[in-house]
């Protein structure tokens, strides 16, 4: 009997005919089939024209299949709409041994002829008394299934290797876009006040000074040279002494009275303390000389900020160098403390964004732990980066640390809508998400969960209710019984 349909031919063969065509295959090499089928009268033997899908993703796949012509190929859809290719294989050889194995049959993959292409098709019950019954095959399908299952796990941690780096470098350019962009202003700003300073400069040489005159300006450049902490105030008290420092400037003839004003109230000068230069200087040069103030302190201002940005792009690198940190020569301790809050200022515009305010309590005393490579910092980044998305706008995020008798715990929890139940058993399996599609990669948790458990030899909880979800994560103290190398 055929049956056909969008491009798939399906064909019942006799158990004799399908013996001969698979002998030509490695898994049924040195195989009689009819001996391990003894009730199985018919196979389907699969005709699929080149593009034909066999499985899209979401749909079940429980067949075995071996290809007797053409190539197969397995992609996993990507966020930007395109198809990663993940596996495939051509004449000779099996698949579909993943999802019968693990029980995962429902594909996040789909499967493409790449060539027209033949194979023969195992339903499940047949695929189970083979392995049963012909030692041969299962060797072949069981080292098929290994080495896809190594391949599969180096891909993964690959990919979320990726992600935490795209995570990463879009939290440094975001971070690094604001110290740089205030850097920038500064430093034009800064050209524009040498040049007033400079013709006012010029102006006020052709008048000499006088002992007093002398005596009010150096303490007042003493006074506005002393450091870069600006006066504390709040936008209300700042706007008020603003308009009055402008205000009295204009009273006392001084010209650009509401433009230097802003400059002299962020410095700290008060009236009183101007009322030297006010007595000490005539009418015709008590502007200029305020206006060279204020030039002077203008300058000193946005040398600070520059100071304070380059200041902030250094901290940045130091908080990448302790993300990224991988020591060749072997282990050494992190103090946890220290690596959380690297993460939270990579992941600071994250927070902005929302508006979301972060509560540390900051418990554990020791905070060390000892590690190889920079997977803890990969496991901050996927909890913290999670809560960041599941909480709601102006909402919190709680990290919290701890000692337990050789242990140190780590909590992080979001105040968002919480995780349905028949979810929370599946939040660790591989690719699993309930973020909307091309949002989510399902590696991230897996990853974590593996890093922790296997990397450090901790465990990893997740408790959740409508209004948070606390993931609660116990790494041992002293040095786990780990590989030589952590993933990373």
Avoid at 90 to 119: C, H, I, M, N
Avoid at 120 to 129: A, H, V
Avoid at 215 to 240: H, I, P, V
Avoid at 378 to 391: E, K, P, Y
Wanted: glycine residues 8%; charged residues 25%.
């Amino acid at each position: 009997m055929i049956q056909s349909a969008q491009g798939i031919e399906v064909q019942t063969l006799p158990l004799s005919e399908a013996a001969a065509v698979l002998r030509g295959t490695l898994p049924f090499a040195d195989t009689e089939i009819k001996d391990a089928l003894p009730d199985v009268e018919h196979l389907e033997r699969v005709k699929v024209r080149a593009g034909t899908l066999l499985i899209e993703p979401g749909e079940t796949f429980a067949f075995y299949w071996v290809i007797l012509e053409g190539e197969i190929r397995a992609e996993r859809p990507e966020p930007d709409g395109t198809w990663m290719l993940v596996g495939c294989a051509k004449a000779g050889e099996g698949l579909g041994e993943f999802p019968l194995l693990t029980g995962r049959y429902r594909s996040p993959l789909r499967v493409v002829a790449a060539q027209d292409s033949t194979l023969i098709r195992f339903r499940e019950q047949e695929f189970w008394s083979l392995l049963a019954c012909c030692p041969a095959v299962r060797k072949v399908i069981l080292g098929n299934m290994a080495q896809r299952l190594q391949s599969h796990q180096v891909e993964a941690l690959h990919r979320e290797k990726l992600v935490a780096l795209g995570t990463l470098a879009a939290g440094l350019m975001h971070e690094l876009h604001n110290p740089g962009g205030a850097a920038k202003r500064a430093a034009a700003q800064m050209r524009e006040n040498l040049l007033r300073l400079q013709q006012l400069s010029l102006r006020s040489s052709k008048q000499p000074k006088t002992p007093e005159q002398l005596e009010c300006m150096r303490s007042l450049l003493e006074r506005t040279l002393a450091g870069c902490k600006e006066a504390a105030m709040s936008s209300l008290e700042q706007a008020d002494a603003e308009e009055a420092m402008a205000e009295w400037l204009k009273s006392v003839g001084v010209e650009n009275a509401f433009a230097i004003a802003p400059a002299l109230v962020k410095a700290g000068l008060a009236r009183e303390e101007l009322d030297c230069a006010r007595l000490a200087f005539p009418n015709s040069s008590f502007s200029d000389a305020l206006n060279w103030l204020e030039a002077l302190v203008s300058s000193v201002l946005l040398v600070c900020t520059v100071e304070e940005s380059v200041g902030r792009i250094s901290d940045l690198v130091m908080a990448v160098k302790k993300f990224a940190y991988d020591d060749r020569s072997g282990g050494r301790e992190v103090d946890v403390h220290e690596s959380l809050q690297s993460t939270l200022t990579i992941l600071g515009h994250k927070l902005r964004v929302k508006n979301l305010t972060v509560e540390k309590r900051f418990e554990a005393a020791p905070a060390k732990i000892f590690v190889r490579g920079a997977a803890l910092s990969q496991v901050w980044t996927n909890l913290i980066d999670n809560a960041v998305d599941a909480s709601p706008e102006g909402g919190k995020v709680e990290i919290a640390t701890w000692n337990e008798p050789g242990i140190l715990g780590v909590s992080i929890a979001d105040a968002g809508e919480g995780i349905a139940s028949e979810v929370l058993p599946r939040i660790f399996e591989p690719f699993f998400t309930t973020k909307p599609h091309g949002s989510g990669t399902g590696l991230g948790l897996e990853i974590v969960h593996r890093i922790v458990t296997q990397n450090f030899g901790g465990t990893i909880e997740v408790k959740s209710a409508p209004g948070q979800t606390r993931f609660e994560v116990r790494l041992p103290v002293k040095e786990a019984a780990a590989p030589a190398r952590q993933a990373s």
